[in-house]
């Protein structure tokens, strides 16, 4: 009774990340709840993804993106480097 697909977009320019979608099966307008996973992880965590899935059984579309520099978006560096590089540089 649940749909979950990936829809690739752009965030910004040169930045595209992949949302994770869970949205009923049945046709219709539902409510949307947009869903940052927690601090160290992403948005396929096994039970971040089994909310998401949750919420689309009660009626919910339930979106997710990795945070910048998480899952799909970490783009070969890590936090730690990224952090550090925009420290040095004063951008990012």
Do not use: C, W
Request: no cysteine; aromatic share 6%.
């Amino acid at each position: 009774n649940v749909v979950s697909e990936r829809v690739r977009f752009t965030v910004e320019e040169g930045e595209e990340a992949v949302a994770l979608v869970f949205r009923p099966k049945e046709d219709g307008k539902y409510p949307a709840l947009i869903a940052q996973h927690f601090l160290a992880g992403t948005k396929d965590h096994l039970l971040f993804a089994a909310m998401l899935n949750g919420l689309a059984q009660r009626g919910f579309v339930a979106v997710a993106i990795d945070g910048r520099l998480r899952g799909e978006r970490q783009n070969g560096k890590t936090l730690g480097a990224a952090m550090a590089e925009s420290l040095k540089t004063g951008k990012g």
